[in-house]
């Protein structure tokens, strides 16, 4: 495909495009060292334009629950490429993609399929401020719904990596109608209600964050922020474009058995491919155009090539029920993190649900986004390379979460967790 080296690629890739790279985190500000460019991918392994193999952590951040290039993925994007790109008209794959989300994830009763999980995020609030007819959010420092201007506010890694948690560009009277709150805090919520009596739309978290590494909720936190919304007339917004399908099939919701108002998924119902969507109670969706007042829209949304992606991924994992099987995964990877950083002497911490999970090189309990801040970023970019090195890719960020996906299982697994501990041993 190409004969150019990482390095020479990315020596074009900055003359062209704004760092390099057409997302931030790619460029690995935050570890240092120049990113490579991969040339191809299959099952848990990335090959790299300069033909290395390495065993991949990333999971291209969190779709890749299949691994790489699954075949039966493949095969249903042929499949629909065979009868055209993009038709502009309503097509039969999204009528199968909706009929899947909405018996999968119990909170939604009707959705709406767009582009991107920022698009969801984004479209989620105006409707929730439609609804509602209120204009404040509140949403969590640390947890990231994309980057539009609402809710790029203390988002967490990639804003984090750059130094600007608060994007320049972003008004600071939009910034006012949102209200950001401390993750794990119950008195944050109430006072904020308190301070801004029916003004609240919508509280919006990534009900998992994992966005700033890995921090899970404290017992019963997800079912205050529930009683609070109800109590308050607030939408519950439930961002699981990450979680979603990747934890349950049902999210973090299934497992948590708390029902949001609404839904915003991404990610993993795209099988690879751009998509992402929002649904929730029919009452609220309802308001949504053609039916609605408050607008939303998109060229390629439905597209037929992401849906036939993105049923198949969906239709695996009900097949599969992969879910025990990833958390063995998981739980081996954190008992070896440990292990090794106990012998070591380093004070660590590994949250790990299922297939995700995250290293703080700190001794202090990650709670929040201030204890996530503590943890020592400068080593985690030592261990990290240390990794890459020996053939493992991690996210190249002390605050991202790592993905497991079922193709890792077997050597894989193995030999990284071999690989791992040796880098632990060498800091
Ligand atoms: C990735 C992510 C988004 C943004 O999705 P994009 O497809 O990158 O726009 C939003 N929310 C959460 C929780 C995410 O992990």
């Not at 829209?297 to 990833?326: D, F, H, Q, V």
């Not at 001794?363 to 996530?372: G, I, K, N, W």
Request: aromatic share 8%; proline share 7%; with cysteine.
């Amino acid at each position: 495909m190409t004969l150019m080296t990482s390095e020479q690629l990315f020596a074009r890739a900055r003359q062209l495009i704004p760092g390099g790279v057409n997302s931030p985190v790619r460029a690995f500000r935050s570890v240092g060292g120049a990113p490579f460019f991969v040339k191809s991918a299959t099952g848990a392994t990335l090959t790299t334009a300069d033909d290395r193999d390495l065993i991949d952590f990333v999971c291209t951040w969190g779709p890749a629950i299949h691994g790489h290039n699954h075949p039966r993925i493949k095969a249903a994007i042929a499949e629909a490429l065979d009868h055209g790109t993009s038709f502009g008209t309503p097509n039969p794959y999204e009528v199968e993609m909706a009929e899947l989300i909405v018996a999968l994830v119990p909170s939604i009763e009707k959705v709406r399929m767009c582009n991107s999980g920022t698009e969801a995020t984004m479209s989620a609030i105006r409707l929730a401020r439609g609804f509602t007819r209120r204009d404040k959010i509140i949403k969590f420092s640390g947890c990231y719904h994309g980057h539009s201007d609402s809710l790029l506010i203390k988002a967490g890694s990639g804003a984090l990596t750059h130094g600007n948690p608060d994007s320049a560009g972003v008004p600071a009277s939009f910034a006012r109608e949102t209200v950001v709150l401390p993750f794990n805090n119950r008195d944050a919520v109430t006072a904020a209600f308190a301070a801004n009596p029916g003004q609240i739309a919508c509280i919006i978290l990534e009900p998992y964050p994992a966005n700033v590494g890995l921090i899970l909720p404290e017992p019963g936190y997800l079912a205050f922020l529930r009683e609070q919304c109800t109590s308050n007339g607030a939408v519950l917004i439930f961002d699981e474009v990450m979680t979603g399908f990747r934890v349950a099939k049902g999210g973090v919701q299934e497992i948590e058995r708390i029902k949001p108002d609404l839904t915003t998924l991404g990610k993993i119902i795209g099988g690879g491919l751009p998509v992402g969507a929002f649904g929730g109670r029919a009452e609220i969706m309802d308001n949504l155009a053609p039916v609605g007042p408050v607008y939303q829209a998109g060229t390629l949304s439905g597209n037929p090539l992401a849906m036939a992606a993105g049923i198949t991924a969906l239709k695996m994992l009900k097949e599969e029920e992969p879910y025990p099987r990833l958390d063995r995964m998981g739980r081996q990877i954190r008992d070896t993190l440990l292990s090794a950083t106990r012998a070591k002497g380093i004070p660590a911490t590994v949250p790990q649900t299922g297939s995700m999970f995250s290293l703080y090189l700190s001794p202090t309990l990650v709670r929040d986004y201030a204890t996530a801040l503590q943890t020592d970023a400068k080593l985690f970019g030592k261990f990290f390379h240390a990794c890459l090195s020996k053939g493992v890719y991690l996210p190249p960020s002390a605050f991202e979460a790592c993905f497991i996906s079922t193709a890792h299982e077997g050597s894989a697994i193995d030999r990284a967790c071999e690989i791992m501990s040796d880098a632990v041993r060498s800091l």
